[in-house]
């Protein structure tokens, strides 16, 4: 095998939706010595408004050699060797024939989350199986969530009302199922697509807007999808590992969780008391603390520590009704714990990450990353930009920011958590 | 107390500075963008205030009485690594970005509430591009001397 993959990162920050299209996929390409055999590709949502995704997935298509499998979506944002950015489009392109590549798809994944995991999963075991490598990679792409629109006060992540609160939390299950709004469960279809491929590692990400959770696209090949996942499978003998870290710290604040909604989405009571009210009190705010024009810098930084089939699930909480916290995750009751989190640890959770891959020389990363790391650091996620660059130098990578992010391995099971660092990296064996 | 604007507007429009503001203010939540220092307009996006969200001109006069005073603290600080400042006003926040050791600053008004962390990863991106831009002429005015 040859010592280089040949892997490149391209870019565009043009905002018109075709010739940003041509530029990311021409950025990436010269930079090969060869055609691409993969293509990952994420846009912020801008492009929406700017000739639309058809016109931006044409202009790739300008560029890109006919029949490159192409995957991605929507993100709120990137890093790459260029830096950070939150509008623009980057690209990862592979050319190397010693990877073998299977892209699998699955629609209504809000609706039917499992259903479409089992669908992706069947194209990747039946591609595996006529594969010859030995080390097994997924990738997983999903719709992330998308915020329910209230009637007569728009999107918002505090409801204040307790008549619309009830409303929320009667039509959330509906709302679903019928128009596909709601959190992506995501950490549903990881669930199912590890238990369908147990022997893969994996890494998973949600497709996402600019963090105002109103709509996201997948894209696979020519076509603009919504509520899909993508999956794909990648065979070699090239070495790779995953990794998930996060800077959250548990506090000696504990509590228990004692009624739910029926799907296990919604904390309606917990220590037996309505869910916000008991939330503020343990953390000494003041009841109403939590709302629109504090939450970005309250809340953000007290993730908490769930549980999910024994697992902890550290997450952040997104939506507040009048008396419950809506989590973006299954969770089950029982006992939780408040976690804290600061830039510093955030910062250091990412050198612990790169450090785990002390073995591996690198050749090319890719990232997922929770976008509330982003909205938190602000400017100064260029610290993180700089320790990732002095650990990969000139080899490409990409981190995408997300609301949803995890990964497996045989070794470590699932990691699914918020406010994370998710990594996988491909290179050679130290 | 009256904002000058340094130069002829038309001229701005071939300004490498002012394509870089049209870029930032094309972003939803930025409602007005500029280089400015104390009761100076440095350079502003390529259609001057008319590239400006309206909704800004009910709250400029106060606005830019506020931003008097912060570039007061710009200036007494910059050289002691003062980087970023901010304030809210209102229902508008408003961002002043330092160029190093100077008393300009990249400035730009916002709706409160809105998701200021992924503006300011782009607000650090315009103010790496004008520092890039203003080394090069400072570069080139280097040479002519």
Redesign the interface.
């Known amino acids: 095998m040859d010592k280089n993959i040949d892997a490149a990162v391209g870019m565009t920050?043009k905002?018109d939706a075709r010739e940003a299209g041509r530029e990311v996929a021409r950025d990436a390409i010269k930079q090969l010595k060869s055609p691409p055999n993969f293509f990952v590709l994420f846009s912020t949502i801008?492009y929406k408004e700017h000739g639309g995704f058809e016109e931006f997935l044409n202009g790739v298509w300008d560029v890109l050699p006919k029949r490159t499998p192409l995957v991605g979506g929507t993100v709120?944002?990137f890093m790459n060797n260029f830096?950070?950015?939150?509008?623009g489009a980057t690209a990862l392109a592979i050319s190397d024939t010693n990877i073998d590549i299977f892209i699998g798809s699955g629609k209504n994944s809000k609706r039917s989350p499992k259903r479409a995991a089992r669908k992706c999963a069947d194209t990747i075991k039946n591609g595996f199986k006529k594969s010859g490598y030995r080390n097994k990679f997924v990738l997983n792409l999903v719709s992330g969530p998308e915020t329910m629109k209230i009637p007569g006060q728009g999107y918002k992540k505090v409801v204040d009302s307790g008549f619309m609160s009830r409303f929320v939390s009667l039509a959330f299950g509906m709302s679903q199922y019928l128009i596909q709004k709601g959190p992506g469960r995501e950490d549903e279809l990881f669930e199912e697509i590890v238990k369908e491929l147990p022997d893969c590692k994996m890494m998973l990400g949600t497709t996402m807007d600019?963090?105002?959770w109103i709509d996201n696209y997948q894209f696979l090949n020519d076509q603009v999808l919504t509520n899909s996942v993508l999956s794909v499978g990648l065979a070699t003998d090239y070495k790779f590992d995953v990794c998930t870290t996060h800077g959250m710290r548990e506090t000696d604040i504990k509590f228990k969780i004692t009624k739910l909604s029926r799907d296990g989405h919604i904390i309606q009571k917990i220590n037996n008391k309505p869910a916000l009210h008991e939330l503020q009190r343990l953390l000494n705010w003041p009841d109403g603390f939590i709302n629109?024009?504090t939450m970005?810098h309250t809340i953000l930084y007290y993730p908490i520590s769930l549980k999910r089939h024994g697992r902890q699930v550290p997450a952040v909480m997104p939506t507040f009704l009048k008396d419950s916290i809506l989590t973006p995750c299954i969770v089950d009751t029982g006992d939780v714990s408040i976690l804290t989190v600061s830039g510093k640890n955030l910062v250091q959770a990412v050198r612990d990450n790169l450090s785990y891959f002390k073995n591996i020389e690198p050749e090319f990363g890719l990232f997922s990353s929770c976008m509330t790391i982003?909205?938190?650091?602000?400017?100064n996620?260029?610290i993180v930009h700089q320790e990732i660059s002095n650990y990969f130098k000139e080899k490409p990578f990409v981190m995408f920011f997300c609301a949803g992010e995890g990964t497996y391995s045989p070794e470590n099971k699932i990691t699914y958590a918020n406010m994370s660092f998710n990594t996988t990296i491909f290179g050679y064996q130290n | 107390m009256e904002y000058k604007i340094s130069g002829d507007v038309d001229r701005m429009k071939d300004d490498p500075i002012a394509k870089v503001l049209d870029?930032l203010l094309?972003?939803?939540d930025i409602l007005a963008c500029m280089v400015a220092r104390q009761n100076m307009i440095s350079v502003m996006p390529s259609d001057g205030t008319d590239g400006f969200n309206p909704e800004v001109n009910q709250v400029w006069d106060i606005i830019h009485r506020a931003m008097d005073d912060v570039f007061n603290v710009i200036h007494e600080y910059s050289q002691t690594g003062l980087a970023?400042m901010e304030f809210s006003l209102q229902d508008y926040e408003v961002l002043f970005y330092v160029f190093h050791e100077t008393d300009n600053a990249l400035v730009a008004i916002i709706p409160?509430?809105s998701?200021?962390?992924?503006?300011?990863?782009?607000?650090?991106?315009a103010r790496?591009e004008i520092q890039d831009i203003l080394n090069e002429q400072e570069q080139i005015r280097l040479a002519v001397v």
């Not at chain 1, 830096?83 to 509008?87: E, K």
């Not at chain 1, 982003?374 to 400017?379: E, F, W």
């Not at chain 2, 998701?115 to 991106?125: A, H, S, T």
């Open positions: 920050r905002w801008h709120a944002g830096g950070s950015f939150t509008r600019d963090y105002k629109e024009k970005a982003l909205q938190t650091l602000g400017n996620i260029n | 870029d094309k972003l939803d970023e409160a509430l998701n200021k962390g992924l503006i300011e990863v782009e607000m650090e991106n790496r």
